[in-house]
């Protein structure tokens, strides 16, 4: 009832709910005695001679609505409801939260400070740390990066070897304690206007091997070597220091087809992963550690786990769709081995 700066509200409110309740039992009693000299039927007919007897409520139905009138006074007593006042028993929601939270701590602090003095490497190969990791991650971490960890567009697959920011358990316990901001500025002018950007989509699109109009990436070289290597390196390999993804790997956070890279250079790019360290006590983001630390240390094949990556939310690969047909006409459409590369990611052959 904070809310309300006046004592007048709380009165208003418990008056109306006592008096509603007491007009309940005035009525039942009125409806319980028959009145003398009152006709045996109500007066309605229906089908033309069905008519209905005017008697009280069977006793034992009555007594049940008494039960519910004794039972919700004894309750506006016993808890609060009456306006500010607070019931005898003084209980609260806020009470019984902060009671159960005690008593959860009091029984699962032990095992979370167990795990808190054990190697992140340790606990990885731990099921029983990895079970309360994997429920943590289920809560907290699955809405963006998905219940199986493979991510999704613009969210990272969390169970690859390959890392915006560093796979290390140092690094990932930084990644969710502190949050992070994969930022690249709009390159659209700085390139020189939208020939000039797809050229050194053509470029980009050449470092993983993929499908590329050679003319295109033989001039967006050089304007890759003026801007881009400041943050994703000279061979395209990119920069933990900044979360700058290697555009090598034919591993896409945003989308691999010619129209994703060209909207990442004209419009640039803000993704943000928040900072957990307000949300969850460091042993969690200790076990979380230890959990995300583990989704890359098995030997899943790389394939898969592009696809993952790829995914977005209708299953599509955005961005390749439009551009197919401009490219392939181009003539001179090569990988660096001569021969057009099959896409690995199950989208359609012929970017
Ligand atoms: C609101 C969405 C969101 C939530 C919730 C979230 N993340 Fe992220 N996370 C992101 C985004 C977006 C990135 C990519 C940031 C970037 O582009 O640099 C990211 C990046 C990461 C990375 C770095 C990946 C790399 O390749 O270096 C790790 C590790 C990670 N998240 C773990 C977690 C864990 C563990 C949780 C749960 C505690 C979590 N995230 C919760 C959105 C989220
Ligand atoms: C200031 C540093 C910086 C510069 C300069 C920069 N980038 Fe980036 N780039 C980033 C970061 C950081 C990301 C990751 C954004 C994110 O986390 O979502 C990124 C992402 C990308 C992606 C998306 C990769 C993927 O996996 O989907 C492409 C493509 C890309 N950059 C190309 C370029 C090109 C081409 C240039 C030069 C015109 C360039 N970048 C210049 C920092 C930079």
């Known amino acids: ?21 007491i007009a309940c039992a005035v009525f039942l009693k009125l409806q319980s005695v028959r009145k003398a000299g009152e006709t045996d039927t109500t007066g309605h007919s229906w089908d033309e001679d069905l008519a209905e007897y005017n008697n009280p409520l069977p006793r034992w139905w009555m007594w049940l609505f008494y039960i519910t009138i ?31 939270t005690a008593q959860a701590d009091a029984r699962f602090g032990p095992i979370f400070d167990k ?34 960890a493979g991510g999704s567009r613009g969210f990272p697959n969390l169970a690859d070897k390959d890392w915006l920011w560093g796979g290390t ?10 949050g992070r901001t994969g930022m690249m500025p709009p390159f659209g002018a700085a390139v020189g206007g939208d020939e000039a950007v797809k050229d050194v989509a053509h470029y980009v699109l050449s470092l993983s091997g993929r499908t590329h109009d050679s003319l295109r990436a033989f001039r967006g070289k050089q304007k890759f070597a003026q801007i881009c290597v400041a943050c ?13 993804p290697n555009l090598t790997d034919n591993v896409w956070l ?6 994703a ?6 419009k640039g790019r803000n993704n943000q992963m928040p900072a957990h360290k307000d949300l969850l006590a460091p042993a969690k983001i200790h076990l979380l550690t230890a959990y995300v630390y ?36 181009v003539s001179g459409v090569t990988s660096p081995k001569g021969a057009p590369v099959p896409p690995s990611d199950g989208a359609p052959p012929g970017r």
């Open 294 to 329: 583990s989704l890359s240390q098995g030997g899943a094949p790389a394939s898969r786990e592009q696809g993952s990556r790829l995914r977005d939310a209708t299953g599509r690969e955005s961005g390749a769709a439009p551009s197919s047909a401009g490219v392939a006409s």
């Open 261 to 266: 890279i060209v909207e990442q250079i004209t």
């Open 232 to 244: 994703h390196g000279p061979e395209g390999k990119g920069n933990p220091l900044m979360g700058a």
């Open 115 to 148: 795990f808190a003095a054990q190697e992140v490497a340790a606990l990885a190969k731990n099921p029983e740390a990895l079970a309360i990791g994997q429920k943590l991650f289920l809560n907290n971490c699955a809405q963006c990066h998905a219940s199986d």
């Open 70 to 100: 004794v039972f919700s006074l004894a309750y506006l007593v016993f808890y609060p409801g009456l306006g500010s006042f607070s019931g005898t028993l003084g209980w609260s929601q806020v009470k019984q939260l902060e009671e159960e």
């Open 254 to 259: 945003h989308g691999s087809g010619e129209t």
């Open 1 to 21: 009832m904070s809310q309300f700066t006046s004592g007048f509200w709380d009165i208003y409110v418990a008056v109306i709910s006592l008096v509603s309740i």
């Open 169 to 178: 358990p140092e690094a990932i316990k930084t990644t969710i304690t502190e």
